[in-house]
């Protein structure tokens, strides 16, 4: 309720306030349908966690989302997201990857709610595949310690690299672990007449693949340097 009153005045006087007199103001529903901002519609390889935004209307008081792994809405479960902010956007973690997902949005007010925005998607983005070992291959003898060049395929959706080296059993704690760009890598200072085991991943923003079968090999002593003569000099 709001209370009002008004008087009349002149240069040289005022008249008194009138009796107060009351208005109250009638609650409208929230009957404007949100607007869908981002992710762009049908837009592909997001990462995991995904900022719904929307436009903000003239009634509503929070926004309801809806996000879920098919178009049709037709069940009122299955859903990965069903709640409400009081803000035009709701950050979702942990979705899925290489999973497409449908969203819609609607604004609410105590008297009552909009429709739902109509149906979009997006796409997160796949994990990589488990790199395929080239070099050194299983078993392989005779690798230089202090030269050595692990080198692996290319796989989809990468965007690096982690390989780990160790000795003994695969169970053991990696001596050596590192992450690349690229799929070759130089590693030195290996131990000579050691075996050991190593395997490489793949990563991307939506997190890794699998480690690659664990290959062996065993290094063989370092070449030795050139020697340097020291007499006879060649002089007669």
């Given amino acids: 309720p709001y209370y009002w009153r008004v008087e009349a005045y002149s240069p040289w006087s005022s008249s008194g306030y009138s009796n107060a007199d009351t208005l109250t103001t009638k609650s409208v529903a929230a009957t404007e349908v949100p607007k869908q901002v981002s992710p762009l519609s049908g837009a592909m390889n997001l990462i995991p966690s995904v900022t719904l935004v929307s436009m ?5 008081s929070q926004y309801h989302w809806q996000v879920r792994t098919d178009a049709m809405y037709s069940s009122m479960t ?15 973690d942990s979705l899925r990857p290489g999973t497409k997902y449908y969203w819609r949005v609607q604004g609410v007010n105590p008297v009552g709610a ?3 925005s109509s149906v979009d998607s997006f796409t ?8 395929v070992a080239v070099y050194p291959g299983q078993d392989a003898m005779h690798i230089l310690p ?3 060049t692990l080198r692996w395929h290319t796989v989809q959706n ?3 690299y982690v390989y780990r080296i160790w000795t003994s059993s695969p169970a053991q704690v990696p001596m050596i672990q590192d992450s690349t760009k690229d799929t070759s890598l130089t590693v030195t200072k290996l131990e000579e007449l ?16 699998g480690f690659s079968p664990a290959d062996s090999f065993t290094t063989t002593m370092n070449t030795p340097s050139s020697p340097r003569t020291l007499y006879p000099t060649g002089h007669p």
């Fill in 56 to 60: 903000r209307t003239s009634a509503a």
């Fill in 78 to 92: 299955g859903f990965a997201v069903d709640d409400s902010t009081v803000d035009t956007t709701n950050t979702i």
């Fill in 114 to 116: 909009s429709p739902f």
């Fill in 124 to 131: 997160v983005m796949p994990l990589p595949g488990t790199p």
């Fill in 146 to 148: 202090d030269s050595l």
């Fill in 158 to 160: 990468d965007s690096g």
């Fill in 194 to 209: 050691t075996k050991y085991y190593w395997q490489v991943a793949a990563y991307n923003p939506a997190g890794s693949s």
